[in-house]
């Protein structure tokens, strides 16, 4: 077991129906008075979520300022928007009501409204962060972790990069978390919230010295995702399901994954990132686009990994050891498996069909380099800037 240290502040409000009632008594209980409510391209209008948050904010006495339109893959000049306006109004409370974009930009506001220049500044060094104002989130899908985790990922597109801001002072206070919010989301963002959460887990998994206890979470996380995305798929308004994926994806990006194993430095994430900033494709397809291709390469280029593969085929998928005549013949299964299983959910076949080249894709390696991950050396399998290229052609 490796050490660590682990310090998470936020405050988890869980079930349904848990936003009446609680979301005013928690504002007021902490003498928040002037709210910017921050939201993305209007689901949380079309649902009524909306009109409930207002009538809490309205009970809590609270003066509303709204930051709309934030963007999928947030965009940095939405989160200058936001810190402008806490600075005008004088916020004390940022309320994100939607997905991990809308919870991201928010963070990032919290950052920025307390800091003398260009948000951007923050994304590119975390350490000028020395204050931020309290967030709350609603979150209303099940896919980043990002209500219960300190960092969010904003999109420079001038620059055309997508880089992570993270800062122990970025955790939410409270976050809000009703699974039959969920219910709305349309399939194609139910799939890649599925898969996003299933990544967070993957990377935490594939990594030299696993903790037993983070194993046991991971295996169950993945068979939650495996067993309840197609069944939220088939019955949107299913609460189990949805409830299930929803608390399996809150503890996906935080860390608790990885507590007592060895680092870990989530290199399908840094991958992804980069088509991400160049294309704008959705994050979790992208992930589980990727995933296969690169588990499949670090089994190729060292078979001393294998032994995990046999986790993912026996304890995630459910496949028996004596079905099979050899061990690499389970563990080509399990990897069937998975891809099989993203095919079913409808996610394409390569990033050529989201429109993906392989023109960037040498600066895309050279780039999370310089601004991600400056060492691929602690990854499962070390990866050079040809792995990484390799990977990505792969995934084409
Ligand atoms: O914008 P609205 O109208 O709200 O619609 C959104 C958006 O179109 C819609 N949606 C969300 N909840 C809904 C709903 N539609 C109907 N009913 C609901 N209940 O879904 C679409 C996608 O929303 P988005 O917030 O982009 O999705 P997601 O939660 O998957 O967030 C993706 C972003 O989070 C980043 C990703 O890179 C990406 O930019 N990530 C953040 C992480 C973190 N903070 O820790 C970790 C992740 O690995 C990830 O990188
Ligand atoms: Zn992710």
Not at 110 to 122: I, K, R
Not at 250 to 264: R, V
Request: net charge negative; charged share 20%; with cysteine.
């Amino acid at each position: 077991m490796q050490a660590f240290e682990y310090y998470s502040p936020t405050k988890l409000v869980f079930g349904l129906g848990c936003i009446k009632d609680k979301l005013s008594a928690e504002i007021k209980a902490r003498g928040y008075h002037k709210v910017l409510l921050t939201y993305g391209g209007g689901s949380i209008k079309r649902n009524g979520l909306y009109d409930l948050v207002k009538s809490e904010l309205t009970a809590a006495g609270c003066a509303i300022f709204e930051l709309s339109g934030i963007e999928p893959n947030p965009r940095v000049t939405s989160v200058d928007a936001g810190a402008a306006m806490c600075k005008e109004h004088g916020i004390d409370l940022v309320l994100a009501v939607g997905g991990g974009s809308t919870m991201d930009a928010s963070k990032a506001i919290c950052a920025a409204a307390c800091y003398n220049g260009p948000a951007w500044d923050l994304v590119l060094d975390g350490s000028k962060i020395k204050a931020a104002l309290p967030l709350f989130t609603i979150n209303t899908i099940a896919a980043t972790g990002s209500e219960y985790d300190n960092a969010g990922v904003i999109t420079n597109w001038d620059t055309k990069e997508k880089l992570p801001i993270g800062s122990p002072l970025l955790w939410p206070q409270v976050s809000f978390l009703d699974p039959s919010l969920t219910y709305t989301v349309p399939a194609i963002q139910t799939v890649a919230g599925s898969c996003d959460m299933m990544s967070h887990f993957f990377e935490a998994y594939f990594v030299r010295d696993l903790s037993p206890i983070a194993q046991g979470l991971i295996e169950a996380a993945e068979r939650i995702a495996i067993t309840y995305t197609p069944k939220a798929l088939q019955e949107p308004t299913n609460y189990e399901a949805r409830a299930k994926l929803l608390w399996a994806s809150t503890l996906g990006c935080n860390g608790i994954a990885c507590l007592g194993s060895s680092a870990t430095i989530f290199p399908c994430h840094a991958i992804e990132h980069e088509v991400s900033a160049y294309y704008d494709i959705t994050h979790g397809i992208g992930l589980a686009i990727i995933t296969p291709r690169l588990l499949r390469f670090w089994l190729e280029k060292d078979p001393t990994v294998a032994p995990r593969y046999v986790d993912l085929a026996t304890n995630i998928f459910g496949l028996r050891r004596d079905d099979y005549e050899s061990e690499e013949a389970l563990i080509e299964a399990g990897l069937k498996a998975l891809e099989d299983f993203y095919a079913s959910l409808g996610v394409p076949s390569g990033l050529s069909k989201l429109g993906v080249g392989s023109e960037h894709f040498a600066a895309m390696a050279e780039h999370i380099k310089t601004h991600w991950i400056a060492s691929f050396d602690y990854c499962y399998v070390p990866m050079t800037n040809e792995d990484i290229v390799t990977v990505l052609d792969r995934s084409l």
